[in-house]
């Protein structure tokens, strides 16, 4: 696979306030990258980068080997799907789609031929003399995608465009957009602050926080191995417990030690201990070393969700089987769901502006 | 439910009915006084005499409209790239410019157009500035170049406020979809925010063209003796020396007519509501 984009020491910061920290990043052809974060973490200002819209305090874009940090939007050739659609509300459906071609002037024809291909692909032929405001918020997201994508761009880039959806249509649309992009083989840049649509979509997750990228990884690897409680916190749900490293492949927690599967930390290093709630097994309590007390059970549909009070932390537990509330349960987990991170500092997310 | 809705309606009735009111004493009660005496003569008697005579003046009929078109466009050409250049601006000092904008209306009608006969005259203060670098004096005052500087001067700010209203509506992300689907600023503007503002521009036209095409000080003022208006026309008939209310309301009518339809056929322009909103 060979780079299409490259975005290399990057910052920009907004009246003094820093939004992106040096952050560099490589995205390859035919890639779908998520850039998923809190909100203020700088997803966005990063995918304005790659559009055109922002331009970096330093550091270099580049596009196919080209530098194009000030190059504007309408000389890239990158298509942006917006947050809320942004569709021309004085044109309806065919001419929303043609507004690019007919931009750069081509053969009305052509523009036919291409707009009735690309309205066949997003599932909308027959809307095309439709006017935009007579169109639910599903379609509307559609007509959005395919003005974008009948200019064949290299790259599309997607601001959260399945935000404003209802969860149903959200998964539809979600497996759709993966369709899409691997049918047309184009690089789909995609922002959102869904954990479950990145880890369904991407080939590569960019979890970012803070103007930092924290980690950058496959959607496997991000859940199964968060560099830090930052990523494993917010990649599902998890149990994050201090800890010390005594040795390799032995952690001390929760007043016990337990064999675990990573090493190359110094000897009694504090570290962060994620435990993923479904990775706990229930058990009686002699049969652990960690017991508790069930504070609270609620039905998810697949799973039962549950607190569970021990010593000196509240626990999440995710299982087929229900205790009784009140009951006291053992815990247990194997080495190989005990996941050990350095400690890193994660400043608090309070910054909303992006 | 069917009573609360009947209850709700009579109320509305109500709260509407000083407005209504208001609306039939001095507005229709006047215009059909107007008709009446158009169509009557000085005994009360019907007659088509007045309205036949008002061909007379079809010079000044045509005279007015000529100098309203010409300031209406001038307004345009003036107040669009100004409302577009203040929808981009910083949202907090949007307020201020709109002042700044506006403020000439807060000074008297009458005082700012005497302002410009004292800059116009031949010895106001632009002939003289000119006289100082060996040019002019200058014929400024009392021409129709006069007239159309005072209604742009005057009517500006009723141009520029309706495009600012409609185009601070556009939403941005919109803009930068056309620029991002490749147009440069220019096509920015001609193919998005111009058909957007459809509705500011047709409100704009309006709020200049119809005073301009009847005001009679400006004229009055600026243009001199020989470059009289309808208004002005209307106005001789009323309180000038050739007094004759019957001839006046029958220039006045044909005037409300004139404009009626070039008002209904600008409106054609407007195109389909529901798709310019937003």
């Known amino acids: 696979m060979e780079k299409i984009i490259s975005l290399e020491n990057v910052a920009l910061a907004f009246d003094g306030e820093t939004i992106l920290n040096n952050i560099s990043l490589d995205i390859y052809d035919k890639e779908f990258v998520t850039l998923l974060g809190p909100s203020g973490c700088g997803k966005t200002t990063t995918l304005r980068i790659i559009g055109g819209f922002l331009e970096p305090d330093s550091g270099n874009v580049i596009f196919e080997g080209k530098k194009i940090n000030n190059l504007p939007p309408h000389k890239r050739n990158i298509n942006t799907v917006f947050q809320r659609y942004a569709l021309f509300p004085h044109l309806n459906v065919y001419d929303n789609i043609a507004f690019g071609l007919r931009v750069k002037k081509a053969q009305e024809s052509e523009i036919r031929t291409r707009v009735t291909q690309i309205l066949k692909l997003v599932n909308l032929s027959g809307f095309e003399k439709r006017s935009i405001g007579r169109l639910s918020g599903g379609q509307q997201q559609r007509v959005a995608i395919a003005r974008a994508l009948v200019n064949r761009p290299k790259v599309l880039l997607l601001d959260e465009p399945l935000g404003a959806l209802d969860l149903k249509l959200r998964k539809e649309m979600q497996i759709e957009l993966k369709k899409i992009q691997q049918s047309l083989e184009i690089t789909f840049i995609y922002v959102t602050h869904d954990q479950e649509e990145a880890l369904t979509m991407s080939d590569t997750v960019v979890v970012m926080n803070n103007g930092d990228i924290q980690q950058i990884g496959t959607p496997q690897d991000i859940y199964n191995e968060p560099i830090n409680a930052f990523v494993a916190d917010f990649i599902g749900e998890s149990n994050i417990l201090d800890g010390v490293m005594r040795k390799d492949f032995l952690v001390s927690m929760h007043g016990h030690d337990f064999e675990c599967v990573d090493k190359g930390f110094n000897d009694n290093e504090e570290v962060d201990v994620v435990i993923r709630p479904e990775d706990i097994k229930i058990t009686t309590p002699d049969n652990a070393k960690i017991s508790g007390t069930v504070t609270n059970v609620t039905f998810k549909g697949v799973h039962f969700e549950m607190s569970v009070k021990s010593e000196n932390f509240d626990w999440l537990i995710h299982s087929t089987k229900a205790a009784e509330p009140g009951s006291k349960i053992g815990m247990n987990f194997d080495p190989f769901d005990i996941h050990i991170m350095r400690k890193t500092k994660v400043r608090c997310c309070d910054n909303e502006s992006e | ?278």
């Open chain 2, 1 to 278: 439910m069917n009573q609360n809705k009947k209850g709700n309606g009579m109320l509305s009735y109500l709260t509407a009915s000083p407005y209504i009111l208001w609306m039939i004493i001095f507005i229709i009660v006047p215009l059909a006084m107007v008709a009446y005496f158009a169509f009557t003569d000085s005994n009360g008697q019907f007659t088509f005499e007045y309205i036949k005579s008002v061909g007379q003046y079809t010079n000044i009929f045509i005279r007015s409209i000529w100098l309203a078109a010409i300031a209406t466009i001038i307004c345009f050409l003036l107040a669009y790239p100004v409302a577009y250049i203040l929808t981009r601006l910083d949202k907090n000092i949007h307020s201020t410019m709109i002042m700044l904008v506006t403020l000439p209306i807060w000074m008297n009608f009458l005082l700012r157009t005497y302002a410009w006969m004292t800059l116009l005259g031949n010895n106001g203060i632009i002939n003289s500035i000119l006289g100082f670098i060996g040019l002019g004096p200058y014929k400024l005052l009392n021409t129709q170049g006069a007239v159309v500087l005072g209604m742009v001067y005057n009517y500006l700010p009723y141009m520029i406020l309706p495009l600012y209203t409609v185009m601070i509506k556009i939403d941005k992300s919109i803009l930068e979809a056309a620029q991002d689907l490749g147009c440069n600023g220019a096509q920015v503007i001609f193919r998005v925010v111009l058909p957007l503002s459809v509705p500011g521009i047709t409100s704009g036209i309006t709020m200049v063209f119809v005073p301009a095409i009847s005001t009679f000080i400006i004229s009055r003022m600026l243009g001199g003796g020989s470059n009289l208006l309808i208004g002005d026309l209307i106005e001789m008939q009323f309180l000038g020396n050739s007094y004759n209310p019957n001839l006046g309301a029958a220039i006045s009518l044909i005037l409300m007519v004139i404009v009626l339809i070039i008002m209904t056929v600008m409106n054609q322009f407007d195109g389909d509501d529901d798709k310019v909103l937003i």
